[in-house]
Nanobody, 124 residues
Framework: QVRLVESGGGSVQAGGSLRLSCVAP????????MGWFRQAAGKEREMVAT??????YYRDSVKGRFTISRDVAKNTLYLQMNTLKEEDTAMYYC???????????????????WGQGTQVTVSS
């Protein structure tokens, strides 16, 4: 089972920045939907941002602060997180959808390939 590997999490003060990275060793998802999800303690997992081609989607609470991008040559997905808030504290997961999907549907699609997660903790 191909899995994704995240990195870049850590602890940061409110207002700070982090950049998460995600690679898929030995596999490319350059033509598939990919995304970042997060799950805070005691809460359900939620979509943070998705990308398909040049189409991106963001949940409202991160718009203007987070940027999802992909380096196809490096087979790497990124999530640049700026102006972090305490409510951004969560385990962040990288995900991919292995089936071909219209890029306009990436924001609502189901994802079937996941990483192990990387913790982001934002303190005041």
């Amino acid at each position: 089972q191909v899995r994704l590997v995240e990195s870049g999490g850590g602890s940061v003060q409110a207002g700070g920045s982090l950049r998460l990275s995600c690679v898929a060793p030995g596999y490319t998802y350059s033509t598939r939907c990919m995304g970042w999800f997060r799950q805070a303690a005691g809460k359900e997992r939620e979509m943070v941002a998705t990308i398909g081609g040049d189409t991106t989607y963001y949940r409202d609470s991160v718009k203007g602060r987070f940027t999802i991008s992909r380096d196809v040559a490096k087979n790497t997905l990124y999530l640049q997180m700026n102006t972090l808030k305490e409510e951004d504290t969560a385990m962040y997961y990288c995900a991919a959808r292995s089936l071909p999907t219209a890029y306009s549907s990436c924001g609502a699609a189901s994802y079937n390939v996941w990483g192990q997660g990387t913790q982001v903790t934002v303190s005041s």
